[in-house]
């Protein structure tokens, strides 16, 4: 069964500074892979997903994300962040189709210093 | 805008005392999902609507039930909710090209005295 692990439980960057947020994933066949943020009380907004083709797949926000099938990786970055992306990330991964076995990860709470 | 639409927002109810809640959607995708979430976790499927069939989650309590009269709606009932069913409920979809995507509505936060 498919599964995700995002290793970092809370991330605390400075405004302007990097960000990269790591998620692996456990998968027998070719994963359908997504990054979702969620800012407190509200739903989850997806920032961008991965399903074949360039590696490297570019979201909304500025946000991009790099699939490395060696590493089983599939880790969210930003090159400059912004005090509005404090939030709580999520990563999944899910099957073909209409993908109702969709797994997430624990997600990785994002503080960003002023 | 095509969007998800829970209402409503907040919901605050007595233990034992049935709550529904509410989900809507222009996107007129086939597919409905409900969540739960409890702080500071990763949301959790109770179940889904592919079209009119219901597909439950083995882990879904008895206590939590669904109904889809049309594609546009989907109601998440709560028969006798107990102090461990406060929770977000969020409400999902996907369908026509994007069938591979879920889209989540804003959530309900529910809280049960």
């Known amino acids: 069964a498919q599964s995700v692990t995002q290793p970092d439980i809370h991330i605390t960057v400075s405004e302007g500074a990097s960000l990269e947020l790591r998620c692996n994933y456990s998968?027998?066949?070719?994963?359908?892979l997504f990054w979702y943020v969620q800012s407190p009380g509200q739903g989850l907004q997806l920032l961008l997903k991965?399903?074949?083709?360039?590696?490297l797949v570019q979201g909304i926000k500025g946000f991009e994300a790099e699939f490395k099938r060696s590493q089983s990786s599939f880790n969210l970055r930003k090159p400059s962040v912004h005090w509005s992306d404090a939030a709580e990330y999520f990563c999944?991964?899910?099957?073909?189709?209409?993908?109702?076995?969709?797994?997430f990860g624990a997600g990785t709470r994002l503080t960003v210093k002023p | 805008d095509a969007m998800v639409i829970q209402n409503p927002r907040y919901q605050v109810t007595q233990f034992g005392k049935p709550v529904t809640l509410s989900c809507s959607q222009t996107l007129n995708h086939n597919v409905m999902y409900w969540y739960q979430q409890k702080s500071s976790q990763a949301p959790k499927l109770l179940f889904h609507y592919y079209d009119k069939d219901f597909n439950n989650e083995a882990d879904t309590p008895d206590n939590f039930q669904s109904r889809r009269p049309n594609t546009s709606f989907c109601f998440l009932d709560i028969r006798s909710p107990g102090l461990g069913d406060a929770a977000m409920y969020l409400c999902?979809?996907?369908?026509?090209?994007?069938?591979?995507?879920?889209?989540f509505g804003p959530g309900t936060r529910l809280t049960v005295l």
């Open positions: 999902a979809t996907s369908g026509g090209s994007q069938r591979d995507t879920q889209y």
């Open positions: 999944a991964v899910g099957p073909e189709l209409y993908n109702n076995d969709m797994r």
């Open positions: 998968y027998g066949a070719t994963p359908y």
């Open positions: 991965y399903f074949s083709g360039d590696t």
